[in-house]
């Protein structure tokens, strides 16, 4: 399959500061790329969908100058938490999706991956 | 709205057996569904997609049915073992024209030695 790479795997940080959150397709191109939120014992929740190149779009409920998103080249997105509180501490999990069946081309049934996801506590 | 349930209680089976895990969706007629596994603090991991045009799909242990009819995939692991005890997600892609994902609660699978 392909390789989706996210950074930092864990980070606390204190309340009132920001976090950056990266995401990078390791081994193929990702023409969109989503981002999830995981509460315990519950499913992801889709925050966010960007096109590289474009702005994201966010989910209803979303607050896009909370949570902001950067997609400017295919390998590589983004996600920043502005001004973080405690109530932001969650599981974030970004998927990437590849060129319109390249993945497929390569062997492989889906065309979105999910890096390992990203545990925030904001304290 | 569309929604997709799983059976939120976790399952427990002897080692050996097979786990059956169902998803079950309303309001939607998704093109293909898939399954992924999730461990812990860890990101899901995809296992099997199934179109909807495909009754059944096999990989290794694991096998995936789709009913369009009643709505409904059925997730099996044969022969299964401890380590395949995590957390079963299945998603549906988005309505039409659109690559977004929707997941189910997931269901916890302990598989007891």
């Known amino acids: 399959g392909a390789v989706v790479s996210q950074h930092p795997s864990r980070v606390i940080c204190k309340s009132g500061t920001s976090v950056k959150i990266e995401c990078r397709s390791l081994?193929?191109?990702?023409?969109?790329m989503f981002w999830y939120r995981q509460f315990p014992k519950q499913s992801l929740m889709l925050m966010a969908t960007?096109?590289?190149?474009?702005?994201?779009?966010?989910e209803q409920g979303v607050e896009k100058d909370k949570f902001l998103i950067n997609h400017a080249s295919l390998t590589l997105s983004t996600l920043t938490v502005t001004s973080a509180h405690p109530e932001d501490s969650s599981f974030y999990i970004c998927?990437?999706?590849?060129?319109?069946?390249?993945?497929?081309?390569?062997?492989?049934?889906?065309?979105?991956?999910f890096g390992q996801g990203t545990r925030l506590t904001v304290v | 709205s569309q929604k997709i349930e799983q059976n939120s209680e976790a399952l427990n089976i002897q080692e050996g057996k097979t786990a059956t895990l169902t998803c079950n969706y309303t309001?939607?007629?998704?093109?293909?569904l898939q399954w992924y596994r999730q461990d812990p603090g860890r990101g899901p991991v995809f296992l099997l997609l199934?179109?909807?045009?495909?009754k059944e799909k096999r990989k290794e242990r694991l096998k995936v049915t789709f009913d369009t009819t009643l709505k409904q995939s059925l997730f099996h692991i044969t022969a299964s073992q401890p380590a395949d005890s995590a957390t079963y997600l299945c998603?549906?892609?988005?309505?039409?024209?659109?690559?977004?994902?929707?997941f189910g609660t997931g269901t916890r699978l302990k598989v007891l030695a």
């Open positions: 998927s990437a999706r590849g060129i319109q069946g390249e993945l497929v081309k390569r062997g492989t049934d889906t065309e979105a991956f």
């Open positions: 081994d193929f191109q990702a023409t969109t």
């Open positions: 960007s096109n590289e190149g474009s702005k994201a779009t966010y």
């Open positions: 309001n939607y007629s998704p093109a293909y």
């Open positions: 199934i179109r909807e045009n495909e």
């Open positions: 998603a549906l892609k988005g309505t039409s024209g659109t690559y977004k994902y929707i």
